[in-house]
């Protein structure tokens, strides 16, 4: 496809529950990243990867979170045990290369996740 | 740690005319890079503008220029001939030069609309 998409673009689960959450990055872009926004604020980073590793994964809030990617393209970001605090917008994007002075992030258009 | 800082959390302009977005952040690094995004209902970040710190000119695209003091470390978007299309969210980002530190940082947001 042209652009990052992402999976579901809504999803309401009860407290306790485990959800994962979808990534597709533009094709050949090597670099993944996600973030948070929780309603009216901005963008909170979590994590991101080059290649299929995660060199900085400073913004995971608990260990309840975890990502994954394979194959240098689709990721999946985990949260298990859910809390009503984890309810926000799970935005990805991707880019060409981490760190290239031409780099620029390309977002999807986001996962709505409610816990109930 | 970088912050980005967005004190006006909505703005209204009259269709065809200019508005200014304000954005100031604090870093202690020389190289970086600066962003405007738009968030639209649709969820969607779209790239407005970017402008490197080692550039003393001012990026513009089209309808969108900034101002950008990096003594003053202030970074704003002015938006010219506004439209209606222009009316969505729209965030200020930075994002660190070196390898290994590409997240980017959002301010809150600013929630722009046009009146007709």
């Not at chain 1, 009216?40 to 995660?54: H, P, R, T, V």
């Not at chain 1, 999946?76 to 002075?101: H, K």
């Amino acid at each position: 496809g042209a652009g990052v998409s992402q999976s579901p673009s809504n999803k309401v689960t009860e407290k306790g529950k485990d959800v994962e959450l979808r990534c597709d990055p533009i094709s050949g872009h090597t670099a993944l990243y996600w973030y948070r926004q929780r309603l009216g604020q901005g963008l909170e980073f979590l994590i991101y990867f080059q290649g299929n590793s995660a060199p900085d994964k400073s913004g995971l809030p608990s260990d309840r979170f975890s990502a994954e990617r394979t194959g240098e393209s689709v990721s999946t970001l985990t949260i298990q045990r859910t809390q009503q605090e984890d309810s926000a917008v799970y935005l990805c994007a991707s880019s060409t290369r981490a760190g290239a002075s031409t780099d620029t992030q390309y977002f999807g258009p986001g996962t709505r996740l409610t816990v109930l | 740690a970088q912050t980005v800082t967005q004190s006006q959390p909505e703005m209204s302009v009259q269709e065809a005319e200019t508005v200014t977005l304000s954005c100031t952040y604090d870093t202690s690094e020389s190289d970086y890079y600066l962003f405007w995004y738009k968030q639209p209902p649709s969820r969607q970040m779209i790239l407005v503008i970017r402008q490197e710190a080692y550039k003393q000119q001012n990026a513009t695209e089209n309808r969108f220029s900034v101002n950008f003091q990096k003594a003053a470390k202030s970074f704003s978007l002015k938006i010219s001939d506004s439209q209606l299309g222009d009316a969505a969210m729209y965030f200020c980002a930075y994002r660190s030069y070196s390898f290994g530190n590409e997240k980017l940082t959002f301010g809150t947001g600013t929630r722009l609309t046009i009146i007709p």
